[in-house]
């Protein structure tokens, strides 16, 4: 009798397969704790536009890196990401990486 773990599913067997847009943002909270800005965005906290410093002819705007807030909850959903303050609403609280978030970013870029 040979037996299989055919019948039992983990999470580590399930492929979650993220879009580009999902990607930015979990690189993006893997930088960083993402908190609530105005307009439903995610940012890092104190997020400003910066300027390239190796800019040769003039000085060019980097823009500041955000998430939508439907793009959070689709990774919270897949467990990627993670409320860092249980107190706060879900809405408003700041949200981290969770392991399994930089695993998958490990396993895929």
């Known amino acids: 009798m040979n037996m299989t773990a055919s019948n039992n599913t983990t999470a580590a067997d399930t492929v979650i397969s993220l879009t580009p847009t999902q990607i930015r943002g979990l690189k993006l909270a893997k930088d960083g704790d993402l908190h609530f800005q105005e307009g439903k965005r995610w940012t890092h906290l104190n997020a400003v536009v910066t300027y390239a410093r190796t800019d040769r ?19 919270r959903e897949f467990g990627l990401l993670r409320n860092l303050t249980p107190d706060v609403a879900t809405d408003e609280a700041p949200h981290g990486i969770t392991m399994a978030g930089k695993i998958w970013l490990l396993k895929h870029k």
């Open 57 to 75: 002819f003039k000085e060019r705007p980097r823009k500041v890196k955000f998430l939508m807030t439907g793009t959070l909850n689709e990774l």
